[in-house]
């Protein structure tokens, strides 16, 4: 275990770039070693991130996906935002051009590490139900659209995996 206390100096700032950089890759290690989810709220960072320069291209969210981090998209301040999960979810696809298995991943992690009030085996028939809910809906929705758009006769080659 490490103390991120003892990596910063009196100010907080890092004695380097490259020190910051190896604080941050074991952060990242820490936070997958513990499973825990990392909820973007993409509208409301645009509104509040300004290295993000406007423009979402610029949002450390493809590189959280590309690292397989457990993420979620969600919104913080919905009101003051002005915003919905169906508004967040299309910034996410319109954005980060994600595959379905990312689309899928991102979506069930926030199931997945939800704060749910129930039973542990509540919880596991509340994410089954809504990792089952997702894979009919593509398969109902999608499924044969995107075997067309990439090529392939055969629509099963397009089943989404079960957990």
């Known amino acids: 275990s490490w103390d991120l206390a003892r990596k910063q100096d009196s100010r907080g700032k890092f004695s380097s770039d490259r020190e910051a950089k190896r604080f941050v890759e074991e952060l990242i290690e820490w936070m997958s070693d513990k499973r825990i989810t990392i909820e973007v709220c993409l509208t409301s960072n645009l509104q ?3 290295e993000l320069k406007g423009d979402l291209k610029n949002h450390v969210f493809r590189e959280m996906v590309d690292r397989q981090l457990s993420v979620t998209i969600c919104t913080d301040n919905r009101l003051v935002s002005n915003t919905t999960i169906p508004k967040e979810y299309r910034l996410a696809l319109d954005n980060f051009n994600l595959t379905l298995k990312q689309l899928r991943d991102v979506t069930l992690a926030g199931f997945k590490r939800c704060f749910y009030p129930g039973t542990y085996k509540a919880k596991r028939a509340y994410v ?3 990792i089952d809910y997702f ?8 499924q044969k659209s995107c075997a067309k758009l990439l090529g392939r006769k055969d629509d099963a080659d397009m089943r989404v995996a079960s957990d």
């Open 48 to 50: 509040t991130m300004p």
């Open 128 to 130: 089954r139900s809504n």
């Open 135 to 142: 894979d009919l809906t593509v398969k109902k929705h999608f």
